[in-house]
């Protein structure tokens, strides 16, 4: 099954440091990636994805993420963090299984906290 | 505005009361689906649809049920709420069920306790 790991329950940054949240994956295949930041009180806002082509993929707000098949990983990163960054993060791979309706398989997210 | 909006925002229910929670999107999607988010577990598919008339279990689907008798709606049924079903419910809707590169759009959730 495809399935999604993000290792740190909580990451904590200072403000203008650059920051990395952590995803690797499991697929067989090609992998669809995606990251979903989600706010307090809100529901999950799509920031980027990875399908195919560069390695570096730009999305909102400032947010990058880089593909490494060889280290199978997807982690997010922001030159320069803010406090508004502050959030819960979400790292999910589509399930290319058709039984299960292509699904989103989610991690167990990531708590960024930016401190001024 | 594309949007998914969900109904309620809050509810807070007894044990074995039937409720509904209504989904609904403005983007002509053709996939639509719910999630169950619990802390520590991530999001959890529950149930989803192709399209009109076509639904199928997710993940979790004990103790749910769902319709799609419309294109735009995707209505989420707890014919007898127990207290393990308290979580945040997301619905979520994306152009097609097979366009595995798209992306989801989710509503802003719907806390729900059942005490």
């Known amino acids: 099954a495809q399935s999604v790991a993000q290792p740190e329950d909580q990451v904590n940054v200072a403000e203008g440091n650059p920051l990395t949240v952590k995803c690797t994956y499991s697929?067989?295949?090609?992998?669809?990636l995606f990251w979903y930041v989600q706010y307090p009180n809100r529901g999950l806002q799509f920031l980027l994805k990875?399908?195919?082509?560069?390695?570096l993929v730009k999305g909102s707000y400032g947010f990058e993420a880089e593909f490494n098949k060889s280290q199978t990983s997807f982690h997010l990163k922001k030159p320069s963090a803010l406090v508004s960054d502050s959030a819960l993060y979400f790292c999910?791979?589509?399930?290319?299984?058709?039984?299960?309706?292509?699904?989103?398989?989610f991690g167990k997210g990531t708590s960024l906290l930016v401190t001024p | 505005e594309a949007q998914v909006t969900q109904n309620p925002r809050y509810l807070i229910t007894v044990t074995g009361k039937k409720l509904t929670v209504t989904c609904s999107q403005n983007?002509?999607?053709?996939?639509m689906s719910w999630y169950r988010q619990d802390p520590g577990l991530g999001l959890r598919q529950i149930y989803y649809?192709?399209?009109?008339?076509?639904?199928d279990k997710g993940d979790v689907p004990e103790g749910y049920k769902v319709s799609r008798k419309e294109k735009r709606n995707f209505p989420l049924i707890l014919e007898s709420p127990s207290p393990n079903q308290t979580s945040l419910y997301f619905c979520?809707?994306?152009?097609?069920?097979?366009?595995?590169?798209?992306?989801?759009?989710f509503g802003q959730g719907t806390r729900l306790t059942v005490v």
């Open positions: 990875y399908i195919t082509g560069d390695n």
């Open positions: 999910a791979v589509r399930d290319i299984n058709s039984n299960s309706g292509y699904a989103l398989n």
């Open positions: 649809s192709m399209n009109v008339e076509v639904t």
């Open positions: 979520a809707s994306s152009l097609s069920w097979g366009s595995l590169g798209t992306e989801a759009f």
């Open positions: 697929v067989s295949g090609n992998p669809y």
């Open positions: 983007m002509n999607h053709e996939y």
